[in-house]
């Protein structure tokens, strides 16, 4: 694989998950951190979040920490924003076995659109095929992660994609490992990056793909619980993740930007 293939996105998106890879190589073994190939950011609150935030985001441009408190999310963010820092947040959905069963229920309810095929990205998947999945992601504003994450290099996960009779990428779903091994949300993974291309909006392949994933990931990864972050004011998402029982939570992904180092204030959709 060469350098030009491993990351996606916009220059600003690959600078800084260039930055977080490096950092990831070594803080990997430290367990209060996570990651799934965008940045580093806090498993779950610690003693000194803030600081450890701020710090995050200066080497990387951007650090969430999750299951932060809803609650106590303005006095972090006041704290990180008095420093200099930017802030953004996305809701802290999470499903369980609900959401298994769910999925489960929508994969015998629904069939996926006879032109479409389905496949998991690997380390044989041409390098063309998992550039245009990352183009689809981008081009729906979703932050497409690096090569070897979506091929199921790097971290335990999969990325599938639907494509159609051309070969052209319609859908897209991902979920990865994320935290900790040793840690409380050890089988907590992350799930999401849920891509339609519009005109293909609307026939349940975000649906039926979104629920592929979720059973794949319980029944041969041993996954428990499913976390995506969703901005506020994202309906449709909100209705997916919904349908497939994952519901927002008393919990956000807390995001300290360091403008500066990023190039601009928020990290994805
Ligand atoms: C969100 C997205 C992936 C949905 O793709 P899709 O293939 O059209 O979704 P589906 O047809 O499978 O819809 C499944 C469910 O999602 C909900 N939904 C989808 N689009 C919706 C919309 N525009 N408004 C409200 N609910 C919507 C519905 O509950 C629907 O279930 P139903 O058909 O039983 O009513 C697509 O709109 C998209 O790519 N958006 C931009 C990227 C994005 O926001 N991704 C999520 C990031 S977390």
């Given at each position: 694989m060469t350098g030009e293939e491993a990351y996606y996105g916009n220059p600003q998106s690959v600078a800084a998950m260039k930055r977080s890879a490096a950092l990831w190589s070594l803080?990997?073994?430290?367990?209060?951190f996570a990651y799934y190939g965008r940045l580093v950011g806090l498993s779950q609150p610690v003693d000194d979040t803030a600081d450890v935030l701020a710090a995050l985001a200066r080497v990387q441009g951007a650090a969430p920490c999750y299951f932060f408190p809803k609650t106590q999310t303005p006095a972090l963010f006041a704290e990180l924003e008095a420093r200099g820092l930017s802030t953004d947040r996305h809701e802290h959905f999470l499903g369980g076995e609900e959401a298994y069963a769910v999925s489960r229920q929508a994969l015998s309810d629904y069939a996926m659109p006879a032109d479409l095929t389905v496949r998991e990205l690997d380390a044989d998947t041409p390098g063309c095929v998992v550039a245009e999945t990352a183009d689809l992601m981008e081009s729906c504003e979703v932050m497409p992660v690096p090569a070897a994450m979506l091929r199921g290099q790097q971290r335990n996960g999969a990325c599938l994609v639907a494509t159609d009779e051309a070969g052209q990428p319609v859908a897209t779903a991902s979920s990865f490992f994320m935290h900790p091994t040793d840690g409380p949300h050890a089988t907590t993974v992350f799930w999401g990056m849920l891509a339609t291309r519009p005109d293909r909006r609307g026939e349940k392949i975000a649906l039926l793909l979104g629920a592929r994933m979720i059973v794949h990931m319980w029944e041969k990864?041993?996954?428990r619980a499913f976390m995506t972050g969703v901005r506020e004011s994202n309906a449709s998402s909100t209705a997916l993740c919904n349908r497939l029982g994952v519901y927002d939570t008393a919990y956000t992904y807390a995001v300290c930007v360091d403008a500066g180092t990023m190039g601009r204030k928020s990290v994805t959709k």
């Open positions: 803080v990997r073994d430290d367990p209060r990864k041993g996954a």
